[in-house]
T-cell receptor, first 112, second 112 residues
Framework: DAGVTQSPTHLIKTRGQQVTLRCSPK?????VSWYQQALGQGPQFIFQ???????QRGNFPDRFSGHQFPNYSSELNVNALLLGDSALYLC???????????FGPGTRLTVL | RKEVEQDPGPFNVPEGATVAFNCTYS??????FFWYRQDCRKEPKLLMS???SGNEDGRFTAQLNRASQYISLLIRDSKLSDSATYLC?????????????FGKGTLLTVNP
């Protein structure tokens, strides 16, 4: 049983560019959450998708957007990249309730 | 006040030592509580859920005090393989709140 997968593993972009990160949830999971983890910090919630809709959003600007597809996979898009967007981006899948969220290996984004 | 606060660490202990991590959370409506473990440059993984009655899993014991909004993790007989960052995590918190909120994490190094 494949766990949560993310692509790409690493990405280098320059300021002002746009990036798309992808996530496939664990089999049987229909809820996908995205987190940003800066160096030395805990993961910060960006947003969560359920039934192809954004169900909740954290304190991130509109430059961060997402999408969930009918097969439950998800994308995170970031526009107009800033140096401060450099971080590990984690995708987590789960069932809709309060249980465990399973994390993918992350995409490490570097903005130069 | 931060939503989830943990001991800043880092903790350096010898093999066989007992180590305790403490955590407080600010949202009294939080519904579920977890300890996650994160190895260097890897994704967070669930170590254990935390229940009001306290729970134990081998060498690991977790406690929750809802009245004082306090969570703890005790590791007995530390092993080299316990070296990691330990993240205190809460879920939910009133209304349409489905996110995990992480503390900053406490780094543990177990030395031979």
């Amino acid at each position: 049983d494949a766990g949560v997968t993310q692509s790409p593993t690493h990405l280098i972009k320059t300021r002002g560019q746009q990036v798309t990160l992808r996530c496939s949830p664990k089999s049987g999971h229909d809820t996908v959450s995205w987190y940003q983890q800066a160096l030395g910090q805990g993961p910060q919630f960006i947003f969560q998708y359920y039934e192809e809709e954004e169900r909740q959003r954290g304190n991130f600007p509109d430059r961060f957007s997402g999408h969930q597809f009918p097969n439950y996979s998800s994308e995170l898009n970031v526009n107009a990249l800033l140096l401060g967007d450099s971080a590990l981006y984690l995708c987590a899948s789960s069932l809709p309730g309060p249980g465990e969220q399973f994390f993918g290996p992350g995409t490490r984004l570097t903005v130069l | 006040r931060k939503e989830v606060e943990q001991d800043p660490g880092p903790f350096n202990v010898p093999e066989g030592a007992t180590v305790a991590f403490n955590c407080t959370y600010s949202n009294s409506a939080s519904q579920s509580f977890f300890w996650y473990r994160q190895d260097c440059r890897k994704e967070p993984k669930l170590l254990m859920s935390v229940y009001s009655s306290g729970n134990e899993d081998g060498r690991f014991t977790a406690q929750l005090n809802r009245a004082s909004q306090y969570i703890s993790l005790l590791i007995r007989d530390s092993k080299l393989s316990d070296s990691a960052t330990y993240l205190c995590v809460v879920w939910g918190g009133g209304g349409s709140n489905y996110k995990l909120t992480f503390g900053k994490g406490t780094l543990l190094t177990v030395n031979p």
